[in-house]
Nanobody, 115 residues
C-alpha cells in the first residue's frame, strides 16, 4: 500500500534552516507529482510546494525564494529545503501525492520556529 514517511522537522530559531524528507513506497514514485502541505491547529491544510514528475516546481507565494522542493527518484524521496524560517512557518508539514481522485498523505513532521 502507499506509504509516505516524513522526517526532518524540529525546533529552529528564526532565520534558521531545516530540510524535510519524505520517503515513499507502494507506488511508482517517478510517475507522480509530489506535494508538500502544512497545517496549523484550527486551520485548513495549505499547499506549500509541488515537484512535478517531469521536474517542474511551484511554490506558494510566502515561501518563494526561501523554500526549495526537490526529488530523488532513485531513492523514492522528496525533499523540502527550508531557509530563512520565520515563526509563521510553524506548522505540521505533510507530503502527499494523488491519482484517480485519491489523495495520500504521510503522518507529518512538526516544524517549530521560535527563539
Amino acid at each position: 500500500q502507499v506509504q509516505l514517511v516524513e522526517s526532518g522537522g524540529g525546533l529552529v530559531q528564526p532565520g534558521g534552516s531545516l530540510r524535510l524528507s519524505c520517503a515513499a513506497s507502494g507506488f511508482t514514485f517517478s510517475m507522480y507529482d509530489m506535494y508538500w502541505y502544512r497545517q496549523v491547529p484550527g486551520k485548513e491544510r495549505e499547499w506549500v510546494a509541488t515537484k512535478g514528475r517531469a521536474g517542474s516546481t511551484h511554490y506558494e507565494d510566502s515561501v518563494k525564494g526561501r523554500f526549495s522542493i526537490s526529488r530523488d527518484n532513485a531513492k523514492n524521496t522528496v525533499y523540502l529545503q527550508m531557509n530563512s524560517l520565520q515563526p509563521e512557518d510553524t506548522a505540521m508539514y505533510y507530503c502527499g501525492t494523488a491519482w484517480n481522485q485519491e489523495s495520500y498523505w504521510g503522518q507529518g513532521t512538526q516544524v517549530t520556529v521560535s527563539s
